[in-house]
């Protein structure tokens, strides 16, 4: 099982909002799967989208924020 993308019903909005003033990207998993694996996921992706000098910023909810931590 994988996700397949984001509610863009639920968070279309704030994508569009946050992307007038800043560079988003949307990172989905499944909530389904252990938090360490979509932990690693992230990194991989933080990863292809950044280099080690560029700053990021993370918005998260509920358990999108233990993933992020």
Known sequence: MRATGIL???YGEL?????????VRAFWYDWR???????ADL???LAAWTDDST???LV????G???AR
Do not use: F
């Open 60 to 63: 998260a909810h509920s358990m």
């Open 15 to 23: 994508l569009l909002a946050l992307a007038q003033n800043w560079s």
């Open 33 to 39: 799967k252990d938090v360490d694996i979509a932990a």
């Open 8 to 10: 863009k019903r639920n």
């Open 65 to 67: 924020g233990l993933v």
């Open 55 to 57: 700053p990021v910023h």
């Open 43 to 45: 990194r991989a992706k």
